[in-house]
T-cell receptor, first 113, second 114 residues
Framework: DAGVTQSPTHLIKTRGQQVTLRCSPK?????VSWYQQALGQGPQFIFQYYEEEERQRGNFPDRFSGHQFPNYSSELNVNALLLGDSALYLC????????????FGSGTRLTVV | GDSVTQMEGPVTLSEEAFLTINCTYT??????LFWYVQYPGEGLQLLLK?????DKGSNKGFEATYRKETTSFHLEKGSVQVSDSAVYFC?????????????FGTGTRLQVTL
């Protein structure tokens, strides 16, 4: 049974560009959350999607947006990239119905130059 | 707002030594508490959790007890191994359901040597 799958694993972008990161949740999970983990720090909550809607949002600017598809997969989009957006972006899936807890993917390492 | 404070690392121990990583939290209500582990180049893995006061979470020889009176959830292991070398994160979730966001501490790096 596949866990959470994220793509790509690594990405290098230039300041001002836009980026899209992708996440496929664990089978049976319907909720996807995104976290940003800067080097040497703990993950920070960006937002959470359930039933194709953003349900909760952390303290991140509107440059960060997302989407959830009918198959529960999700995308994270970041516009107008800044050097400070360089981080490991983690996707976590869960299920409201089962109390299964959160399963994290291995993340996408984004470097902005 | 909610916050989690962990002891700063790195923590360096010899194999078979006793491990304690301190974690305290600030939150209203009765959050669930978690310990996650991150190995180099990987995502987070749930190590253990506790959902109410006085609960003890345990897994792979690691233990942590939810102490509401001291708002703490310290991680312990009686005898560490080299393979335990990783970064450990304490976290809380406000609700017990899975819809809640996780609030993490800054992490504590553990290095175990032979």
């Amino acid at each position: 049974d596949a866990g959470v799958t994220q793509s790509p694993t690594h990405l290098i972008k230039t300041r001002g560009q836009q980026v899209t990161l992708r996440c496929s949740p664990k089978s049976g999970h319907d909720t996807v959350s995104w976290y940003q983990q800067a080097l040497g720090q703990g993950p920070q909550f960006i937002f959470q999607y359930y039933e194709e809607e953003e349900r909760q949002r952390g303290n991140f600017p509107d440059r960060f947006s997302g989407h959830q598809f009918p198959n529960y997969s999700s995308e994270l989009n970041v516009n107008a990239l800044l050097l400070g957006d360089s981080a490991l972006y983690l996707c976590a899936s869960s299920s409201l119905g089962t109390g299964d807890g959160y399963t994290f993917g291995s993340g996408t390492r984004l470097t902005v130059v | 707002g909610d916050s989690v404070t962990q002891m700063e690392g790195p923590v360096t121990l010899s194999e078979e030594a006793f491990l304690t990583i301190n974690c305290t939290y600030t939150a209203t209500g009765y959050p669930s508490l978690f310990w996650y582990v991150q190995y180099p180049g990987e995502g987070l893995q749930l190590l253990l959790k506790a959902t109410k006061a006085d609960d003890k979470g345990s897994n792979k020889g690691f233990e942590a007890t939810y102490r509401k009176e001291t708002t703490s959830f310290h991680l312990e292991k009686g005898s560490v191994q080299v393979s335990d070398s990783a970064v450990y994160f304490c976290a809380l979730a406000r609700d017990t359901g899975t819809a809640s966001k996780l609030t993490f501490g800054t992490g504590t790096r553990l290095q175990v040597t032979l």
